[in-house]
């Protein structure tokens, strides 16, 4: 079993929508939990940082953590064609070593 | 502020060459990754340098790859000899103190 389970996709939706990403964990020491934004041929860029559960939310993103069903989401609202990417989810123990989800692509249509 | 700087961008050689990636991380980073990205998987962590030692290198292939970070700013990836399956994006980052990670657009390695 992997410790980060992440459905890759690809996911479509039109100009607008509501989006929701999500990832499992299986080891319940992960203490931080983020979600990366990754455009075609560039590095991931951190989006949304959060270490506990609950949400947190910066403009049209909204993390949220579950760690009693080891759960994390993120919802895009009002979702825009430049949202298109791969989002990727990370985690990190008590060190800074970050153990990421496969990643979904996104692709938001006009 | 000037981003994690990597070359080359792009990279093609055939099996049993060897290849080499040069990372320049945010100045004033004390903390520098290298991180190979498989096409439809997420980063997986190579090593982790803290100034010019290293803190973490569970996962490099010690047979085949290594790195270096001589005086604490500049890293080099070494690979050699190469195989099918390094064929990936090789990502640098850096950051301070331990947290937040900046990452490096990245070097596109194909294995022939």
């Known amino acids: 079993q992997k410790e980060v389970e992440q459905d890759p996709g690809p996911l479509s939706v039109p100009e607008g929508a509501i989006v929701s990403l999500n990832c499992t964990y299986s080891n319940s020491a992960f203490q931080y939990f983020m979600w990366y934004r990754q455009y075609s041929r560039k590095g991931p860029e951190l989006l949304m940082y959060?270490?506990?559960?609950g949400n947190k939310e910066d403009g049209r993103f909204t993390a949220q953590v579950d760690k009693s069903s080891k759960y994390i989401s993120l919802f895009i609202r009002d979702s825009q064609p430049s949202d298109s990417a791969t989002y990727l989810c990370?985690?990190?123990?008590?060190?800074?070593?970050?153990?990421f989800g496969t990643g979904t692509r996104l692709q938001v249509f006009p | 502020e000037a981003g994690v700087a990597q070359s080359p961008r792009y990279k093609i050689i055939e099996k049993r060459q060897s290849v080499a990636f040069w990372c320049n991380p945010i100045?004033?980073?004390?903390?520098l990754y290298w991180y190979q990205q498989i096409l439809g998987q997420g980063p997986k962590l190579l090593i982790q340098f803290q100034n010019n030692g290293v803190v973490d290198d569970s996962q490099l292939p010690k047979d085949r790859f290594s790195a270096e970070r001589l005086k604490g700013v500049d890293s080099t990836l070494k690979i050699q000899p190469a195989k099918l399956e390094d064929s990936a994006v090789y990502l640098c980052?850096?950051?301070?103190?331990?947290?937040?990670?900046?990452f490096g657009p990245g070097t596109r390695l194909t294995v022939l």
């Open positions: 959060t270490y506990s559960s």
């Open positions: 980052a850096s950051s301070s103190n331990r947290d937040t990670q900046y």
């Open positions: 100045s004033g980073h004390a903390t």
């Open positions: 990370a985690m990190i123990l008590n060190t800074d070593k970050l153990i």
